[in-house]
Nanobody, 126 residues
Framework: VQLQASGGGLVQAGGSLTLSCAVS????????MAWFRQAPGKEREFVAV????????YYAASVEGRFIISKNDAMNTMFLQMNSLKPEDTAVYYC????????????????????WGQGTQVTVSS
């Protein structure tokens, strides 16, 4: 299984970007898929998750109401639509999948995900 993230770039505060994550290889449709981000000098943090077995989506409090996670199973692609971007959203964004369902209590943990994309840089200027 390989993941390829794309769509990052430089945007002004208040702007929007949509990240894509193309998945190659076989994963079950019920796999949990997520986005994380890592800013310089900080640990990788959870951003959003799509639980494949239920279709439910969860977001970090810092992005709730501004970001939307979605996926297109036919295209084997996951998206992260980011609106009203802030300078504090600046980070390298990573897509990840567990390859299987993840327990609800573990969906925000880096250790729950086995497969990771290479990351795409998002920079928000003030």
């Amino acid at each position: 299984v390989q993941l390829q993230a794309s769509g990052g770039g430089l945007v002004q505060a208040g702007g929007s970007l949509t990240l894509s994550c193309a998945v190659s290889g076989r994963i079950v449709s019920t796999s949990t898929m997520a986005w994380f981000r890592q800013a310089p000098g900080k640990e990788r943090e959870f951003v959003a998750v799509n639980r494949g077995e239920s279709g439910k989506r969860y977001y970090a409090a810092s992005v709730e109401g501004r970001f939307i996670i979605s996926k297109n199973d036919a295209m084997n692609t996951m998206f992260l639509q980011m609106n009203s971007l802030k300078p504090e959203d600046t980070a390298v964004y990573y897509c990840a999948t567990a390859g299987s369902p993840v327990n609800y209590w573990d969906i925000t943990a880096v250790r729950s995900y086995n497969y990771w994309g290479q990351g795409t840089q998002v920079t928000v200027s003030s």
